[in-house]
């Protein structure tokens, strides 16, 4: 009882909801060579139903959009808007990636991967993630998404796991599913996993 409350305590303290999920502190060295990652870049449709692990995870957020410098990250923005957001939308639930806390925070339960796209491997797949844009923020967001589609490309080639860039999909139904606001567009999503 007395543990729990301790855990309890520690929890408000971190200002952690029990359902966000707390990434481990991403590895940014390593990982295979750039110009073997390039020759290994393709599209995969057959992903394992398995999951990620959370390094993983964490490490391929960090490769797609996280901070590599205090207030810049691992991808260009047009004019630094980074109006782009990554939800990271898994079996237990849909997350908004807070890049900065290296934090997945849940915005919706339950699974609603099926939602995210029109092909049947989106459904089954352990991650799907959606690109969101700001448009109030007035910034270039279809060209800034392929960088982070790219870098995800290549940190998969680099672990040996299957993705594939995604522009077949309803964006109203994301939106809804995802409950985004007024201005939040989804314009772009990526399917990753084990290879099948
Ligand atoms: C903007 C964009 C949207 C795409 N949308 C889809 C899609 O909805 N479904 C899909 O299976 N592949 C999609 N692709 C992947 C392409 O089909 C794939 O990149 C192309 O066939 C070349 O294969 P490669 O990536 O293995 O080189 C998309 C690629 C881009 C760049």
Do not use: H
Not at 97 to 114: F, M, P, S
Not at 156 to 171: K, Y
């Amino acid at each position: 009882m007395k543990n729990l409350v301790l855990l309890m305590g520690l929890f408000m303290a971190l200002n952690v909801s029990a359902q966000d999920i707390v990434l481990p502190k991403p590895v940014t060295t390593g990982g295979m060579p750039l110009m073997e990652a390039l020759s290994k870049r393709s599209s995969s449709r057959e992903f394992s139903a398995a999951d990620l692990d959370n390094q993983i995870l964490s490490n391929m957020l960090w490769a797609a959009w996280g901070f590599n410098r205090s207030d810049k990250r691992t991808a260009p923005s047009a004019n630094n808007k980074q109006e782009l957001s990554l939800y990271v939308v898994l079996k237990s639930g849909a997350y908004f990636y807070d890049a900065k806390a290296n934090k997945l925070v849940q915005k919706v339960k339950g699974d609603i991967r099926g939602k995210m796209g029109n092909q049947d491997f989106v459904a089954t797949a352990p991650v799907n993630i959606v690109f969101v844009e700001d448009k109030s923020k007035k910034g270039a967001g279809a060209t800034d998404s392929g960088y982070i589609s790219q870098n995800i490309y290549l940190f998969c080639a680099s672990e040996n796991l299957a993705t594939v860039v995604r522009g077949w999909f309803d964006a109203n139904v994301v939106k809804e599913a995802l409950k985004l606001g007024e201005n939040m567009q989804p314009i772009l999503t990526q399917t990753v996993g084990k290879k099948k």
